[in-house]
C-alpha cells in the first residue's frame, strides 16, 4: 500500500511575522521558511507506518513554487521514498485556497493511488483547518481529522484513528482507501541525519503542473488588504455599574 | 520543535547543485565524495576539507578552495557545517563592509547580484553628552565600502560555494573534535540530538555523526567553542603575538524608520555618552536601503563596574535626543546581540594545529580603530584555502598558511591599527589624545606597542565598590526590555539580594519574536558551570551576579527558591550565542558548549 502525504511549506513558526509597507500581504521576502510543523508530525506517522510493515511506500506531495523543493528535500530527508511537486508561483492578492488545493491533491491521489493520505490538520500561515474534509469529501473517502492515534489494520484494510475532539477522545473506524489529519499530540517528528539529507539528494522528485493534472487553479477570492492587529488599548477602570452603562452605550456603541 | 529538520530542507534543497559532476577521487566514491563507515558506533563521513562555520571566513575558505581545484583541474571534497538553522542565522555584524577581499575572491560580485547595494553617502562622529552631540572631525574612511547586512552577504556567499560544489549544512552543531592516536586533528562530530533535559535518550534520539577531514579549518567567529579548546591545547596565543585576547559585545537592532528620516550610505559613530570614561565602547547608526537603519551600541567587556548592564545601556543610548528623533514612528525590526575580538594585532594566535587550522574571528582578525572586521576574516579563509590546497595536492605544510598571513595586507594593517585599543587602558582621554597621536603624527609607524591591561573576566571590580546603576524604564517604543527584544510570553520574577531588590519586566501583550531566538526545549542545559556552587558562593556575593546583567538575552537570573536563599536559573532556552558569558564570568566558571543544530537566533537582516 501506498501513503501519500501533503505538505506545505509557510513562514518558520519561530518567526516574527510582519505585514508588507504596502499591505498586500506578509513579508516573506528574507524571511526563514519551513515545513509546516502539522505536516512534519504527518510525514512523521506516514514513516512509521511504513516502518511497521502497514505501507510499502511513502510519496510527499507539495503545491508551490520552486523553493517548495526544500520541503519535499526535508520530507526526503526523514524518510520519504519519492516526492511529487506541483509548480504554482504564489500570487499574494490571489493565494491558494483550500478548495483548490484540494482539487489538486484529489488529482494527485487519483494518479498515485495511495490507500491512505495523511495531511496536517491546518497550515499555521492561514489556520484554514479545511484541506484534509475538503479532499476526503471529493474523493468521497472516509475521514478521520485531528488524529492522535492511528493504527492501520492491513488484512481487514482498515484506520483507526483516535481524534482529539472538545468532548475528550473520540474513536472512529475508516475503510480504506482514506483521509487522515494530523494533531499535534500523534507524534513527535524525527530529526533528519546528515546521512539521510545526504541520501535525500538522489531521490527522485517528479515535478507537474496544474493544468498538467487538469485542475482549474482560477480562485473566485481576491485579498484586497492586509493589515496589523490595531496595539490594544490601555483598559480603563470603572467606578460604577452606571458608568459602565453609559460607556458601553455612548462610546462602545455596543447596546 | 523540530529545527534540524527545518535547516535540512534548507540545505538539501541547496545542496543540490553539489551533487553534480565530482571527478572521482578513489575508486568507487559517491558522486557527492563521501565515503561511509561505522566506527565508535558513530556514522563517518569524509571529505577533504572540513569547515566549521558558514560565516563569511568558512565560505570564503571554501569558495577559494574550490576556485583553485577548478584551476588546477583538481578536485577536493569540502563540506561547510553551520550550527545555524540556516545560513546567516547566527550572523550579525554592523556592518560598513570594505570589499577588498571580496574583490579578491569573486571580482565580478557586482554582476552577481551581490546583497551589497548601498554606497557610503557620509561619515559622522558625534561625541555624546547626556543631551548633546558635538560632531568631531571622523577618524574612519569609509569611501569605497558599503552598508550592507552581514547575513544576507553570507547567505549569498553560501549559494555561490554550492554553485562551486561545496556541501553546506546548516543545522548541524560540530561539538567534539576528532583525534587519531597520534593527536592529530582528523575532524568533527556533531553532537548527538535528541536527549531530554535530564540526560536520557528521547524517542527523536540520533546520535551524532563523525565529519572526518583531512583538513579541519574552525570558522567559528569569535570565541568559537572547539576553537578556544584547541588555543588552549596547543598554546597557541603563546606561540603567536602572545597576549590574551580582548572582546567586547555589540547590541544591535534594526529599525525600519520614516521615510523623510532615512538616508540611505549615512554612517555615523558615536562615543561618550551613555558610557563612562572608564568604559571603552561606542555606537553606531548604519542607514541601510528598504527604509532600514542599523543602530548598536558596543561594550568592552573589560569593563569594571559589574552592575553594568551593556543591554540597558543600549535602551538608554537611544533615548538621546539625536538619536530618538530617528527611531520616533519606525518599528524596531529585528534584534540580536554577538561579542567580537578587540586584541588585534597582539592578540594573534598562531592559527596551525596539526590536522588543521583557525580562520576568522576564532583566531582575531578584526581591526579595532576602522571597527572592521569582515573583509580580514574573508582573506584569511581565502589564506588558509591555499596553504589547505598546497598541502593536500603538494604534501606541504599548513605552516604556510601562518607565512602567508604575515606577507599578507591583513598583518600589515592590523600592525598599523595596533595601538588605539590598548591606548584607553589608559582613560579615555589619554585614549582619545594617543589615538590622535597615532593617526596623524606616527601615522601607523609608532616605535612602540602598547599592551593590553588585564582579561576581560579578571577587570571586574567586587560590587562593593560601586553603586548599582538604575536604569529609566523602557518606554515599549524606542526602548525594551528583553524579553520584548526575544519573544513574547515572560514570567515576571522578583530577585532578592540581600542589599538590592530587581524586578523583571514582563509584557505580555506584545508578540515580538524579534531575534527569531528558540532551542529545543528538552535538551540538556548547553550552559555549563565548571563548578556548581560558583554563582551563589562568589558571583552572588562578590560581583551581585553580574552575569545577570551582560547577558543580552537574560539567560541567567538569580531566584530565591523555597527555602529563600538566592539560586541561579539558567534559562537556556533564550541564548543567542553571543558568548559574553564565556568570556565574562569572573572565575570562568561558564563554559559555552554548543546546543543542538538548529537552535538560536533566527537573524535575518543582521
Known amino acids: ?255 | 520543535m523540530h529545527r534540524a529538520i527545518r535547516a535540512a530542507a534548507a540545505a538539501a534543497g541547496r545542496g543540490l547543485s553539489s551533487a553534480r559532476g565530482a571527478s572521482p577521487r578513489s575508486p568507487g566514491a559517491p558522486a557527492w565524495g563521501a565515503i561511509r563507515w561505522l566506527c565508535s558506533g558513530r556514522e563517518a563521513l569524509s571529505y577533504d576539507v572540513v569547515i566549521v562555520g558558514a560565516g563569511p571566513a568558512g565560505l570564503a575558505a571554501a569558495i577559494r578552495l574550490k576556485q583553485l581545484c577548478r584551476a588546477a583541474d583538481a578536485d577536493l571534497s569540502v563540506c561547510v557545517l553551520e550550527k545555524g538553522s540556516e545560513v546567516g542565522a547566527h550572523v550579525l555584524s554592523g556592518n560598513v563592509f570594505e570589499p577588498r577581499a571580496l574583490d579578491e575572491l569573486i571580482p565580478k560580485w557586482r554582476q552577481e547580484d551581490a546583497p551589497i547595494r548601498v554606497p557610503v553617502s557620509s561619515d559622522k562622529f558625534w561625541l555624546l553628552t547626556k543631551n548633546q552631540a558635538w560632531t568631531l572631525p571622523s577618524p574612519f574612511d569609509n569611501k569605497g565600502n558599503y552598508v550592507i547586512s552581514l547575513s544576507q552577504l553570507v547567505r549569498w556567499m553560501a549559494t555561490k560555494a554550492e554553485e562551486l560544489g561545496v556541501e553546506v549544512y546548516p543545522g548541524f552543531a560540530a561539538s567534539e573534535i576528532l583525534y587519531d592516536e597520534n593527536q592529530i586533528v582528523t575532524g568533527v562530530a556533531t553532537n548527538d540530538v535528541g536527549i531530554a533535559k535530564d540526560g536520557t535518550k528521547r524517542e527523536t534520539f540520533q546520535p551524532g555523526v563523525e565529519l572526518r577531514g583531512r583538513i579541519t579549518l574552525l570558522a567559528e567567529g569569535c570565541r568559537g567553542s572547539l576553537s578556544e579548546k584547541i588555543i588552549r591545547n596547543h598554546k597557541l596565543r603563546e606561540r603567536g603575538q602572545g597576549q590574551h585576547q580582548t572582546y567586547a559585545i555589540g547590541i544591535k537592532e534594526i529599525w525600519e524608520i520614516e521615510e523623510g528620516k532615512h538616508e540611505p550610505g549615512s554612517v555615523i559613530h558615536t562615543v561618550g555618552w551613555p558610557l563612562d570614561t572608564k568604559t571603552y565602547g561606542g555606537s553606531f547608526l548604519y542607514h541601510l536601503d528598504d527604509r532600514q537603519l542599523a543602530i548598536g551600541l558596543v561594550v568592552a567587556l573589560n569593563y569594571r563596574n559589574p552592575f553594568l548592564s551593556p543591554y540597558d545601556e543600549f535602551q538608554k543610548f537611544k533615548q538621546h535626543p539625536a538619536v530618538r528623533k530617528l527611531l520616533e514612528g519606525g518599528t524596531a525590526v529585528q534584534y540580536g546581540a554577538r561579542t567580537l575580538n578587540e586584541g588585534g594585532f597582539q592578540s594573534i594566535p598562531y592559527p596551525v594545529f596539526p590536522g588543521g587550522a583557525i580562520i576568522g574571528c576564532s583566531a582575531g582578525f578584526l581591526n579595532v580603530p576602522k571597527i572592521k572586521g569582515t573583509h580580514t576574516a574573508m582573506k584569511s579563509g581565502m589564506l588558509a584555502a591555499e596553504a589547505t590546497f598546497q598541502a593536500l595536492i603538494e604534501g606541504s605544510s599548513m605552516e604556510l598558511y601562518w607565512e602567508n598571513i604575515k606577507k599578507s595586507w591583513i598583518w600589515e594593517e592590523l600592525r598599523t591599527a595596533r595601538n588605539y585599543r590598548p591606548a584607553f587602558e589608559y582613560g579615555f582621554v589619554p585614549g582619545m589624545a594617543l589615538s590622535a597621536l597615532e593617526r596623524y603624527v606616527f601615522k601607523g609607524k609608532s616605535p612602540y606597542t602598547l599592551k593590553h591591561g588585564k582579561p576581560d573576566h579578571e577587570a571586574t571590580d567586587a560590587a562593593n565598590r560601586h553603586t548599582p546603576i538604575q536604569y529609566p524604564k523602557p518606554d515599549g517604543q524606542i526602548t525594551f526590555d528583553v524579553p520584548t527584544s526575544l519573544y513574547s510570553y515572560f514570567k515576571v520574577e522578583v530577585m532578592c539580594l540581600p542589599n538590592n531588590i530587581f524586578i523583571l519586566y514582563s509584557n505580555p501583550s506584545f508578540l515580538w519574536y524579534r531575534s527569531n531566538t528558540n532551542h529545543e526545549h528538552d535538551q540538556p542545559p548547553h550552559l555549563r558551570l565548571r563548578d556548581p556552587t560558583v554563582p551563589e558562593r562568589i558571583n552572588l556575593p562578590v560581583y551581585a551576579g553580574p552575569e545577570s546583567r551582560y547577558c543580552p538575552a537574560r539567560v541567567y537570573e538569580y531566584v530565591t527558591d523555597e527555602k529563600g536563599d538566592p539560586k541561579l536559573h539558567i534559562n537556556a532556552q533564550n541564548c543567542l550565542h553571543c558568548k559574553a558569558c564565556d568570556i565574562k564570568d569572573p572565575k570562568q566558571n561558564i563554559e559555552w558548549t554548543v546546543p543542538e543544530g538548529g537552535g538560536g537566533p533566527g537573524y535575518t537582516v543582521m
Request: glycine share 4%; charged share 30%; aromatic share 2%.
Open chain 1, 1 to 255: 500500500m501506498k501513503i501519500l502525504v501533503a505538505v506545505k511549506r509557510v513562514v518558520d513558526y519561530a518567526v516574527k511575522v510582519r505585514v508588507k509597507p504596502d499591505r498586500t500581504g506578509v513579508e516573506t521576502a528574507n524571511v526563514k521558511m519551513s515545513m509546516n510543523p502539522f505536516c512534519e508530525i504527518a510525514v512523521e506517522e506516514a514513516l512509521r507506518l511504513r516502518e511497521a510493515g502497514a505501507a510499502a511506500e511513502v510519496v510527499a506531495a507539495t503545491i508551490g513554487p520552486a523553493q517548495s523543493a526544500d520541503t519535499l528535500r526535508t520530507a526526503l530527508a526523514m524518510g520519504a521514498d519519492r516526492a511529487v511537486h506541483v509548480l504554482h508561483d504564489p500570487d499574494p492578492a490571489r493565494p491558494l485556497l483550500p478548495l483548490v488545493v484540494a482539487k489538486i491533491l484529489r488529482a494527485v491521489a487519483l494518479q498515485e493511488k495511495p490507500g491512505l493520505v495523511i495531511l496536517g490538520k491546518q497550515a499555521i500561515d492561514d489556520d484554514c483547518n479545511q484541506t484534509g474534509q475538503m479532499l476526503a469529501g471529493l474523493l468521497q473517502w472516509p475521514q478521520g481529522t485531528f488524529a492522535s492515534k492511528v493504527l492501520l489494520d492491513k488484512e481487514k484494510q482498515k484506520a483507526t484513528v483516535e481524534r482529539e475532539v472538545d468532548g475528550g477522545i473520540e474513536t472512529i473506524c475508516l475503510k480504506l482507501p482514506a483521509v487522515i489529519t494530523t494533531d499535534l499530540r500523534l507524534n513527535q517528528p524525527r530529526y533528519a541525519t546528515l546521512p539521510n539529507i545526504m541520501k535525500a539528494k538522489s531521490k527522485v522528485i517528479k515535478k507537474v503542473t496544474p493544468e498538467d493534472l487538469n485542475v482549474d487553479i482560477r480562485s473566485d477570492m481576491e485579498v484586497t488588504e492586509v493589515n496589523e492587529q490595531p496595539k490594544r488599548k490601555a483598559g480603563v477602570i470603572l467606578s460604577s455599574v452606571d458608568e459602565l452603562l453609559d460607556k458601553l452605550k455612548n462610546e462602545a456603541r455596543v447596546l
